[in-house]
């Protein structure tokens, strides 16, 4: 078929390499005039690290990235919030913390057409007939036997489907950046301050990559989207002094942020979709089911998304029966994560500090029972599938991760 991709973020780069394996003509549209990552650094689950494995790219991603056995939280006084360890889940089971710059390159390289993607061209409609694509200087392209829409959370392509339940802004950002690991007293762990629901800082350990070989971290603190101009405004050094206070190993990794301009920030959309295709076009990845960065679950869904695709290409005759095939597969796995992305966030990105004392009493003893644990885990790593099931890893999969930790 001949297929277009909007976007070339890490759901359309998984598709792009995917569908052209199997024969498919594809060509690529990505508003920006050069390619490259956009946003800090991001949590893999076993589930987007099979799919890496699938692509032929996991060794390069385990040399880049940074691996994480646990995820920990607490108050600015010590008291524990959430504590999770993936040995719980698996022996052989663990996240990695990467940067975005790293898995964008490693897919750029496993894509021999990334040198034809069409840049600097913003798709801004399609066609009734789902088969032609119209760029904001009123060209059109086409026709495509298949329109892949993966041009992320902001789509412009999402109301085409005419099957969109919801779509709206969270109130919450986050401002990020990249800092040098140095002497870093958690190098395998993902850990979190809070401050009630009102502040929350993070960092991630999320390795190297291709180019810059220093071990680097991802550094997050949470915030209103309405205060991000009145932050920059009010200068630098104030907010340095609050981190110096709520956790100053933290501030010690700050000590190259020069300007408020170091840091980017950060928007989040929830978008829930009544159907996710149309005719000849499909949603994948945050355009099909925008959501909070609360379960890290972005990237993961992403390549997940594009892998189903294909299968389900590959699984049906007509394009039709494809699309319904590939969003009856995602949607029941996507749709429990959505649920608990919309209701964890008042707890760690809101103004209710009763909400917040309730999760700094009640989460952690949640976590020990042994039927919260499990179901924690299995949301953590992303293999939750509805409220009671679960998704299956590879067994080959499961033996490259052994073989890796007993190195």
């Not at 022996?91 to 975005?100: C, I, K, S, V």
Request: hydrophobic share 45%.
């Amino acid at each position: 078929m001949n297929i277009a991709v909007i976007g070339y973020g890490t759901a359309g780069q998984a598709a792009a390499i995917l569908l052209s394996r199997d024969g498919h003509r594809v060509e690529v549209f990505e508003r920006a005039h050069e390619l490259g990552p956009v946003g800090a650094g991001f949590l893999l689950q076993p589930t987007g690290l099979q799919v890496l494995w699938e692509l032929g790219v996991l060794d390069q991603a385990l040399a880049h990235g940074r691996v994480v056995r646990r995820l920990y939280g607490e108050t600015p006084c010590g008291r524990a919030v959430m504590d999770m360890r993936y040995a719980q889940l698996g022996t052989d089971m663990f996240g990695l913390g990467m940067q975005r710059g790293a898995l964008f390159t490693l897919l750029a390289q496993a894509w021999p057409d990334v040198e034809q993607v069409h840049r600097g061209t913003r798709i801004i409609g399609v066609d009734d007939d789902t088969r032609h694509l119209q760029d904001d200087e009123g060209r059109w392209h086409g026709p495509f036997d298949l329109i892949v829409a993966a041009d992320g959370a902001g789509s412009s392509l999402r109301q085409h489907t005419r099957g969109v339940r919801q779509n709206v802004p969270y109130p919450w950002g986050a401002l990020w950046c990249l800092v040098p690991q140095g002497d870093w007293n958690w190098p395998d762990e993902l850990r979190q301050r809070y401050v009630a629901a009102r502040k929350m800082i993070g960092l991630l350990p999320v390795g190297t990559r291709p180019g810059d070989d220093t071990p680097r971290l991802s550094f997050f603190w949470s915030l209103p989207v309405c205060d991000f101009d009145r932050w920059q405004k009010s200068g630098l050094q104030p907010w340095l002094d609050e981190i110096a206070t709520l956790w100053p190993q933290a501030h010690r990794r700050l000590e190259d942020i020069a300007d408020t301009a170091c840091l980017a920030r950060a928007s989040y959309r929830d978008a829930t979709m009544h159907r996710w295709h149309r005719d000849r076009l499909v949603l994948v990845g945050d355009a099909a089911h925008a959501m909070s960065p609360q379960l890290g679950q972005g990237v993961n869904m992403a390549l997940m998304d594009a892998m189903a695709l294909r299968d389900a290409l590959r699984a049906q005759t007509q394009v039709d029966a494809a699309l319904v095939q590939y969003q009856w597969q995602r949607q029941k796995h996507v749709s429990i994560y959505q649920f608990w992305s919309r209701w964890l966030t008042p707890l760690f990105q809101s103004e209710r500090d009763v909400i917040a004392t309730m999760r700094d009493i009640g989460f952690l003893p949640l976590g020990r029972l042994p039927g919260g644990r499990g179901h924690m885990l299995r949301v953590l790593s992303g293999t939750q599938h509805g409220f009671f099931g679960s998704l299956k890893l590879k067994p080959e999969f499961l033996k490259a991760l052994s073989a890796f930790n007993a190195l």
